[in-house]
């Protein structure tokens, strides 16, 4: 059944279920223990149709947004430079330091205080020498 959207009417509670559940994701993450029972409470959907239904919406399982959520809060932390790695595992929801720093090495492939130490570097502006005839552009 097409509605006037042209969307099939009997899937809009699913599209909504989906975006409450990552509505719930977003503001839940910083608590470690959320997981797929409590996203399908707030999505008002079976914990099975959630699964299915944002498997092929969102192209993941719930379990891996959770994670990445939290590893894109962690990261964003560690970025800032103004928190420990343990004040930001404890933040963004990892059971501990231990938690984040395999969740950074999967993704990164270096532990929370590399991670930083490479962020640091890339960041800070490099003294270059400037070319000739362009002295003017490279002063910092």
């Known amino acids: 059944d097409i509605g006037v959207t042209g969307v099939q009417t009997c899937a809009l509670p699913i599209y909504l279920g989906v975006a409450k559940a990552l509505r719930f994701i977003l503001d839940h993450h910083t608590d470690p223990h959320i997981g797929v029972a409590e996203a399908a409470a707030a999505a008002g959907m079976s914990r099975r149709g959630l699964g299915l239904a944002f498997q092929r919406l969102?192209?993941?399982h719930?379990?891996?947004?959770i994670a990445r959520v939290r590893l894109e809060k962690a990261m964003a932390m560690l970025a800032s430079g103004e928190h420990t790695a343990t004040d930001v595992a404890k933040a963004c929801g990892f059971s501990g330091l231990k938690h984040l720093a395999r969740a950074l090495i999967r993704a990164t492939g270096h532990g929370p205080r590399r991670?930083?130490?490479n962020l640091k570097k890339t960041l800070q502006p490099e003294s270059r020498k400037p070319t000739p005839g362009n002295e003017k552009s490279c002063k910092l």
């Open 115 to 117: 991670f930083a130490q």
């Open 58 to 60: 969102i192209g993941r």
């Open 62 to 65: 719930i379990t891996e947004e």
